[in-house]
């Protein structure tokens, strides 16, 4: 079983900042990959941001340049700092983990409640 909280999300002016944070817990051997996604009123939900546990990255085009996702291995965390933030960019932001269960190493991917991010202009 993994747990995923993130915590970090909030109100801001548009130009702002935030960084948002996901700890994974639980029963597994290892996690693989962690990353971001948001679901804005009336979309569907849209991939963000990931991290292998080797440090390879990847990002919508729509949040590059603006958006850094970073991890703490140690800490089974990642983080997602958000610059230079947009009204569009309003949404539930989830975090999810890629992990190896215990006891076989079954493959898994888990989501969290999500942390709301509201921009305003």
């Known amino acids: 079983q993994v747990r995923v909280v993130e915590s970090g999300g909030g109100l801001v002016q548009a130009g702002g900042s935030l960084r948002l944070s996901c700890a994974a817990s639980g029963s597994f051997f290892s996690i693989k990959s962690m990353g971001w996604s948001r679901q804005a009123p009336g979309k569907q939900r849209e991939l963000v941001a990931g991290?292998?546990?080797?440090?390879?990255?990847n990002y919508a085009d729509d949040v590059k340049g603006r958006f850094t996702i970073s991890r703490d291995n140690a800490a089974n965390t990642v983080y997602l700092q958000m610059n230079s933030l947009k009204p569009e960019d309003t949404g539930v932001y989830y975090c999810?983990?890629?992990?190896?269960?215990?006891?076989?190493?079954?493959?898994?991917?888990?989501w969290g409640q999500g942390t709301q991010v509201t921009v305003s202009s």
């Open positions: 991290i292998t546990s080797d440090g390879v990255t």
């Open positions: 999810t983990a890629e992990s190896f269960l215990k006891p076989l190493g079954t493959p898994f991917r888990s």
